[in-house]
């Protein structure tokens, strides 16, 4: 793997895709393990968490799980903005059912709080989260995600879903900024 630049930031090498893979069927085995219903709902946070939320959603083997699909934004460049705002909303009634929450990256928190908050004024059984990084060190509010694929530093990544101002996404491989 080289180092790729986008909108003139270098990046490097950081997380391969076995490496990937490898925590995804890990995090997978722990929610199968975990999860008391038959047909729990998925919920991915769009956009950055669609290829974590397709690879983990085959893993889980579970063949009456639901997927759907919210859209939130709170990055701008590299950096959080603090505000985040609901783009595309929940259509599913979830009362009484078990959620899991599939996010990329928990930085802030921020995020997961908002909509962790959200979801739990609709009556669920549980709500869980699945996030593939979680960035302890810039962990502002709520609390930490039930399920991790990795904990890393507070650094800007990119690539396997996860964007540079709607770049880098298509990467297969998980890159560091320089
Ligand atoms: P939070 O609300 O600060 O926890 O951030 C949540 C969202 O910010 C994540 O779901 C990502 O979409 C985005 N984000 C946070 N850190 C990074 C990063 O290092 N690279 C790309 N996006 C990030
Ligand atoms: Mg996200």
Known sequence: MDTVTFKGLEFVPYLTREQIAEQVQRVAAEIRRDCKSENPIFLCVLNGAFMF???LFRA?????????????????GT???????????????????DVII?????????????????LLGRNPRSVKMATLLFKPESLQLGTPPEYVGFEIPSKFIIGY?????????NLSDIYVVK
């Not at 950096?79 to 059912?97: A, C, F, N, P």
């Not at 599939?102 to 959200?118: N, P, S, Y």
């Not at 879903?161 to 996404?169: F, N, V």
Request: glycine letters at 10%; proline letters at 0%.
């Open 102 to 118: 599939i996010e990329d990256i928990v930085d802030t928190g921020v995020t997961a709080f908002q909509l962790r908050q959200m």
């Open 53 to 55: 939320a397709a690879d």
């Open 79 to 97: 950096s959080s903005t603090g505000k985040v705002r609901e783009i595309m909303g929940l259509s599913e009634d979830i009362e009484g059912r």
């Open 60 to 76: 889980c083997q579970m063949n009456h799980a639901e997927i759907t699909f919210i859209r939130f934004k709170s990055y701008e």
């Open 161 to 169: 879903g996860l964007d540079l101002d709607g770049e880098a996404r």
